[in-house]
């Protein structure tokens, strides 16, 4: 289940990138479409984007969790049912629990891993006009989120990016599409996740792991687990965990995907790049495949990124 257009209902269809029917397809049985969803009264609409907010976040979690690098607009499917239920689903997976994910945002590579992250930044390098090669490649790898060491074991922390190049080699070469921190928890998510702090459970979930990865791929994970559990607490101590009912408040709405809404650039995926006014060239053509050196790090959600503006109702977060 993968490629081709997305319809509301998500079950035959996967991918955020269109939210329009393919011509000739039709929501399957018990689905809404996207303008079923648009026409339902207030109250209906707002159930629904509840249950998108919600799903989408706790989807977040889930990735952050597992170390995915590969949540984009095409491999998570969803289906509106007619009682108004939502359900949000990843596929294509396989790259969950790799050990060179060591955190939530930080990447320890070596050997063809570092190869092809080089490799990808020869390539952006290579993207700007000649007079301005130079200062892109000090850029890269002066940042303060990357060091390699004399063996070439490259360290790359997101957390400390300054350059925008950084961000998309990393992306490309990695798998970054799932990095920034949730603004928010459900009641639900939060209870299950402290639960892993201690105990049998927690010890439990890692034993499994244990039968199915490699002793660094565990390390890894048990390090993502910890620091999610850390930003879950804290955001607890920040009163942003959501009582479920919650969800379905358009006033809560409003102010759970505030930062976005209220973000002073406009929110794009990491990938969407263009350089600065001043560093054009006079080439027009040439523009166009020039990668950008400042990257949109503001994206959080999944909700703001791929279907906020074309789901809710016009003007419902105005």
Not at 61 to 82: E, F, K, P, T
Not at 89 to 109: E, P, Q, S
Not at 115 to 126: A, G, L
């Amino acid at each position: 289940m993968h490629g081709g257009d997305y319809g509301l209902f998500m079950e035959k269809v996967p991918g955020m990138e269109a939210l329009e029917f393919a011509k000739g397809t039709k929501p399957s049985e018990g689905s809404l479409s996207l303008d079923d969803v648009k026409n339902l009264p207030p109250d209906q609409h707002a159930k629904v984007i509840g249950g998108l907010i919600r799903g989408l976040n706790r989807l977040e979690w889930l990735d952050l969790i597992a170390g995915q690098g590969d949540r984009h607009g095409r491999n998570y499917m969803i289906d509106v049912r007619s009682d108004l239920t939502v359900s949000v689903k990843g596929i294509d997976n396989d790259m969950c629990f790799t050990a060179y994910r060591t955190g939530l945002r930080t990447y320890v590579i070596k050997g063809n891993d570092a190869q092809k992250f080089r490799n990808e930044c020869k390539y952006i390098i290579h993207k700007y006009p000649l007079g301005l090669q130079d200062q892109v490649r000090r850029r890269l790898f002066t940042d303060p989120g990357f060091s390699e060491t004399k063996d070439g074991v490259i360290t790359l922390d997101a957390t400390k990016f300054k350059a925008g190049e950084l961000f998309y080699a990393t992306q490309r070469a990695v798998g970054m599409h799932c990095m920034a921190l949730p603004n928010f928890i459900d009641e639900d998510l939060y209870r299950e996740l402290t639960a892993l702090r201690t105990g049998e459970r927690r010890e439990a979930y890692l034993a499994d792991l244990a039968k199915r990865l490699p002793p660094d791929a565990v390390d890894s994970a048990r390090r993502r687990l910890d620091q999610a559990i850390d930003h879950a607490l804290k955001l607890a101590a920040e009163y942003k965990v959501v009582k479920n009912g919650d969800f379905e408040k358009q006033v809560v709405q409003k102010r759970l995907l505030e930062p976005e809404i209220n973000a002073e650039n406009p929110v794009k995926p990491i990938g969407d790049f263009q350089l600065p006014m001043e560093r054009l060239t006079r080439d027009k053509e040439q523009n166009k495949r020039l990668i950008v050196r400042r990257a949109n790090i503001n994206v959080k959600s999944f909700f703001m990124r791929d279907l906020y503006g074309k789901v809710p109702k016009p003007d419902w977060f105005s």
